[in-house]
């Protein structure tokens, strides 16, 4: 179906970009996915993050690492 074949290449896209993405909800603010390039970034693995509210980002690395942000 279209819907797996869109859903397949949104994973590729995510795995194979240079750059952090993290995909958030847009009617609830809560964090979907994010890549292997984000979770780098952000030094934590994405179940750190999933199902948390983009806002809670900085509150969700700042307690742990002082210098980031």
Do not use: K, T, W
Request: hydrophobic share 40%; with cysteine.
């Amino acid at each position: 179906s279209d819907l797996r074949e869109n859903a397949r290449f949104l994973e590729a896209v995510l795995r194979g970009i240079g750059a952090g993405i993290v995909v958030v909800r847009e009617d609830s603010g809560e964090i979907v996915e994010m890549n292997g390039r984000a979770e780098q970034i952000l030094g934590f693995p994405p179940y750190h993050f999933l199902g948390r509210l983009c806002s809670d980002l900085p509150e969700l690395i700042l307690p742990h690492d002082r210098r980031r942000m």
